[in-house]
């Protein structure tokens, strides 16, 4: 048996093990109110609850200010692990998903797959989803109609926005969508805040004072943060980047084979990234913070 294997299976047992004591799904006893943010986190519809107790998503949204009504945008939402929570609960309390992925027209044969997934997904249960609308992420393109958004969530793709070169766009279009006191949240790997920033996030790691830095010339007003996703065991030093640790463990460069005989137990250890979470708004007058700042002298 290979390393990897081990390894995955080692922490697979180990999340299991402690998915009831920290957010796992309860049992049919405890079962919440159908609509509740919490009766969504524990639909059998969900992607990967057993990363639950790294991401904590109920305090996580209720943090960000998730509320019945909203209309919230996922950039990038990826298989939609965020999305498989969002959907159902929006769905069921009167607000929308948007989902806004890649330019297909542009998309690598990889970013398509991960889109097809997606769709496929959540496409095949309207009942349960509703229905999702969806938007294009580029260098050029709005997110939704000017003010019309009450939430968007950047969920550990900060550096990938980066490596695409669209990060700067995409916190600008983000304040156009947003509604005057509309809340930007960021889930993001977090680097330590010393030496220089990689403008591209080759780790997958983002210092906190570069992602704050985005938003603020975006326009945003700083809100808060909070250390609920936060990993002192991770040093942030990995041979293969943020994807070293679970749940990728990688074991050899993008791009490359597998390699048997690297050895990801240490890094199954660790558990997954530690993470900034972060909440901006965008001000209630809808001018740029800056903006407003330089006109209250």
Known sequence: MSAPTLSRRVFSAF??????????????????????LAWAVQGPWR??????PWRHPV??????????????????????????????????????LIAAGFDPATATPAQKAVMAEFDARFSRDPNTFGRIDHAVVSADADLARASSVDLIIIANNVNTLMAEG??????????????????????QHRAPSNGVQDPLAGSGYVQEPYVRLLAQEAGFEFVASTDINANPRDNHDHPFGVWSLPPSLRSSPLGQPDNPNFNTAP???????????????????????????????
């Open 267 to 297: 890094y199954a250890a660790i558990g997954e990234s530690d993470r900034m979470t972060l909440k901006f708004r965008k001000p209630l007058d809808g001018r740029p913070a800056q903006a407003a700042a330089q006109a209250g002298k």
């Open 47 to 52: 992607i990967e609850p057993e990363r639950d």
């Open 15 to 36: 999340i299991a093990a402690t998915a009831v004591g920290c957010g796992g799904r309860s049992d049919e006893a405890d079962a919440p109110e159908i609509g509740s």
């Open 166 to 187: 669209i990060a700067e766009h995409v916190f600008h279009a983000s304040f156009a969508a947003l509604k005057p006191g509309g809340v930007l949240g960021i889930e």
């Open 59 to 96: 305090a996580t949204l209720q943090f960000w200010g998730l509320k019945p009504g909203q209309s919230v945008l996922e950039v990038l939402p990826g298989r939609g692990w965020y999305a498989s929570i969002l959907a159902p609960y929006l769905a069921k309390n009167s607000g929308r």
